[in-house]
């Protein structure tokens, strides 16, 4: 069925050390489908881990050296640390260990690279660019950090030629890529646990930038003062860049301009002008484009994924269909549930911009009702650099409660807490334990209100505590 692919793959063997992760299960499963003989563990069970089991994929639970097979290539991400017992046999054994994003690139081998990369709206904008190109006949491959509803999955091995990918600038992995089409949505600081500094992590980007293929484009938000920087770097490498933005919140004139925008609770519409000339789109139309999803910064990743798809060599009115099919991905403002007229949302977002986005989303879809956030911080570095940017994000909101960080793969730090963004905020309660908080959360919210649990951790699981409380409620009632 897919006899253009490279088949080289079919005789290796891979073992996946944290298979049940967001970024490393979809490379588990995109191995799995190039026929590679794949194996992972991962400290518990989930959802996750038995789909892939599902696949073919043996999966063991818990961290043990007897689980690596000799002969495989171990795949790791930045938080393995180097003490994993399955890392430690497999450097003892001198085996291969490649990161993450080197086995996605294998996975990605023989097809046009599409790389999505940005500070924040990478998954959405990867995401809706997948849906618009499968929508327009062109059925890519995909490696997205989000479950697609088209796909049940945030993988899928397609016929087409094209691969697009979520590419993570967090750890610097990004630049094991080498992309036709690379999309930047900001380069806004984060990571500066690693970095240090804006200069330093604006320069992994240039990096990333430089690993385009010859001929290949760069399209990059005109409304980001970070993404302008990067677009002037890379023509100064003599990369072909194209930018997308609102006239009047662009900082450089956009090569996609954003038009007429009209946001509404259920969506937007907007047009899509070619605003400069360019031999190889010339006579292309203005587009009118229908989104299903809310929200302005919706609208600026819908006109990054358009040009993309002409990158592609998509036609615009196709991108356009396309672009009104696509309905989100999980975790992205996604609907929980709705009781007595209060609705629940979840979202991955985790960085002040982000979370000021959710909000604004949410008080889009809201109308005139109110919006609660329960907040969980992601990182006790990221909670102390942006806690001023986070209070100043989370007061969008009509009522705020932050509980305890998630640390992931750092160690805590004495004395920091969730505290120091929440009294901050006037009115903000710091409630430690999230069940707690999203059941408190769940008992100030009036009738047509919005209630949504935030951050990159572990908070997505307390919905069913808000569900919960409000169905016990009506009952009492």
Not at 166 to 175: K, M, P, R, T
Not at 387 to 405: E, G, K, N, Q
Not at 422 to 430: D, E, L, N
């Amino acid at each position: 069925m897919f006899e253009h692919h490279d088949t080289s793959l079919a005789t290796r063997r891979f073992h996946l050390i944290g298979v049940g992760g967001a970024g490393m299960s979809v490379v588990a499963e995109l191995l799995a489908d190039r026929g590679a003989q794949v194996s992972g563990s991962d400290r518990e069970a989930s959802r996750v881990t038995e789909h892939l089991a599902d696949l073919g994929v043996k999966v063991s639970i818990g961290h043990d050296a007897a689980h690596v097979p000799s002969d495989a290539t171990v795949v790791v991400s930045t938080a393995i640390r180097p003490s994993n017992p399955e890392l430690a046999i497999a450097r003892t054994r001198g085996q291969e260990v490649i990161h993450r994003s080197e086995a996605l690139a294998l996975a990605a081998t023989g097809l046009s690279f599409v790389a999505v990369a940005g500070a924040h709206g990478k998954t959405t904008t990867s995401g809706m660019l997948a849906v618009a190109l499968g929508q327009a006949g062109r059925d890519p491959s995909v490696a997205v950090g989000g479950v697609l509803p088209e796909y049940g999955s945030g993988a899928h091995l397609g016929s087409g030629d094209v691969f697009v990918a979520e590419a993570d600038e967090s750890d610097g992995s990004f630049v094991n890529y080498q992309p036709s089409v690379a999309i930047v949505t900001n380069v806004e600081p984060d990571h500066l646990d690693r970095y240090g500094t804006r200069d330093a992590f604006e320069a992994v980007f240039v990096d990333f930038a430089r690993r385009i293929v010859p001929g290949g484009q760069l399209i990059v938000c005109a409304e980001d003062a970070g993404a302008v920087r990067l677009a002037q770097s890379a023509r100064d490498l003599g990369i072909r860049v194209v930018s997308y933005g609102r006239g009047p919140q662009s900082l450089e004139e956009p090569s996609v301009l954003v038009s007429d925008v009209e946001l509404s609770r259920d969506g937007s519409r907007f047009t899509l002008f070619l605003a400069c000339a360019d031999p190889d789109v010339s006579g292309i139309p203005p587009t009118d484009v229908e989104l299903s999803v809310p929200g302005e910064h919706n609208v600026l990743n819908a006109a990054a994924v358009w040009a993309a798809g002409l990158a592609l060599g998509v036609a615009p009115e196709q991108m356009a269909r396309g672009l009104s099919a696509f309905t989100g991905t999980a975790r992205r403002f996604e609907f929980r549930g709705e009781v007595a007229g209060r609705r629940l949302f979840d979202d991955y977002a985790h960085h002040p911009t982000e979370v000021a986005a959710a909000i604004r989303q949410a008080r889009l879809v809201a109308g005139s009702g109110t919006v609660t956030v329960v907040f969980q911080p992601h990182l006790y570095s990221r909670t102390r650099i942006f806690a001023d940017d986070f209070a100043r994000s989370l007061a969008l909101a009509d009522t705020v409660i932050v509980t305890d960080i998630y640390a992931a793969r750092e160690d805590p730090e004495p004395g920091l807490d969730s505290s120091v963004i929440s009294r901050k905020i006037p009115g903000a309660v710091f409630i430690p334990d999230m069940h707690e908080a999203a059941r408190v959360a769940a008992s100030t919210v009036p009738r047509d209100g919005i209630l949504v649990t935030m951050g990159a951790g572990s908070v997505t699981t307390c919905g069913e505590d808000v569900l919960r409380a409000w169905s016990q409620e009506l009952e009492e009632a």
